[in-house]
């Protein structure tokens, strides 16, 4: 199972969504697919899709698939290092007005020299990441395993905040 994830940006990620659904359609991506796909206007034909989840349903669901992808926050791409999943991150553009800078290129960019994760630049890279994504394995984390936590924790105080 691959699990989809844009986070909850108030703007959603339908370049992303709409790309992974065409993806399923075709047949290049053939596993099924779960989609978290946050508040935007795309709704998805090929993929089992809900708004939000929890963080203890998006552990869960991390924890069960082969692979993630997902946009560029540090949220996501802390719960697939803490758990040692491969992920594919499609960071968000400020030309396209998805975000308000370029911090999840940087983010990307550097996570991306360590080992940690795979880029897609553009969504047209999804085929030629999935193919990597079949053999790549995360370079294991060491201190960075306690910045993940701290993130993580931070982000369930965040949410559980929002939700009281």
């Not at 540090?74 to 991150?89: C, E, H, M, N, S």
């Not at 999840?104 to 080992?115: I, N, S, V």
Request: proline content about 5%.
């Amino acid at each position: 199972m691959i699990f989809l994830t844009v986070g909850s940006w108030h703007r959603g990620f339908d370049r992303l969504v709409s790309a992974v659904d065409a993806l399923k359609e075709t047949g290049e991506i053939t596993d099924e697919v779960i989609a978290q796909i946050g508040p935007g206007e795309y709704e998805p034909q090929y993929l089992s899709s809900m708004d939000f989840c929890s963080p203890d349903d998006f552990k869960r669901i991390v924890n069960d698939a082969r692979l993630v992808i997902g946009h560029a926050g540090l949220g996501t791409i802390a719960v697939a290092i803490r758990q040692q999943k491969p992920i594919i991150v499609v960071p968000r553009k400020p030309s396209l007005g998805e975000i308000s800078d370029d911090h999840q290129f940087l983010t990307a960019e550097q996570l991306e020299a360590e080992g940690k994760i795979l880029v897609a630049r553009e969504v047209e890279d999804l085929p030629a990441r999935l193919r990597e994504a079949e053999s790549f394995v995360p370079v294991a984390s060491s201190g960075s395993q306690d910045i993940c936590r701290a993130v993580e924790a931070f982000i369930e105080e965040v949410v559980a905040q929002r939700c009281r």
